[in-house]
């Protein structure tokens, strides 16, 4: 399983932006998907997740704010992020998890920022 996230970048403190997460390989249908960010000197942290029947879990800090969705015909999970603040700033991190195997893509860093 590989999974590829894209969308990061700067944004000014209240932009928005919207993270994608491309799952390839042996991906079975029932499956959790999730993202997590680490800032600098920071535990990685459950930013949101989503399982392949639509349930969804949200971080308290970006409840409200934050909306995860996917698109299991694609094998592709979103994350869209509005009203976003300075301590939203970290690398964003995608994992797949699926019958007890987890596996994670490549960071995608966001700076918010002035």
């Known amino acids: 399983v590989q999974l590829q996230a894209s969308g990061g970048g700067l944004v000014q403190p209240g932009g928005s932006l919207r993270l994608s997460c491309a799952a390839s390989g042996s991906i079975f249908s029932m499956n959790i998907m999730g993202w997590y960010r680490q800032a600098p000197g920071k535990r990685r942290e459950l930013v949101a997740s989503?399982?392949?029947?639509?349930?969804?879990n949200y971080a308290g800090s970006v409840k409200g704010r934050f909306a995860v969705s996917r698109d299991n015909a694609k094998n592709t999970m979103y994350l869209q992020m509005n009203s976003l603040k300075p301590e939203d700033t970290a690398v964003y991190y995608c994992?797949?998890?699926?019958?007890?195997?987890?596996?994670w893509g490549q960071g995608t860093q966001v700076t918010v920022s002035s």
């Open positions: 994992n797949l998890g699926q019958r007890g195997s987890f596996y």
């Open positions: 989503i399982t392949s029947g639509g349930s969804t």
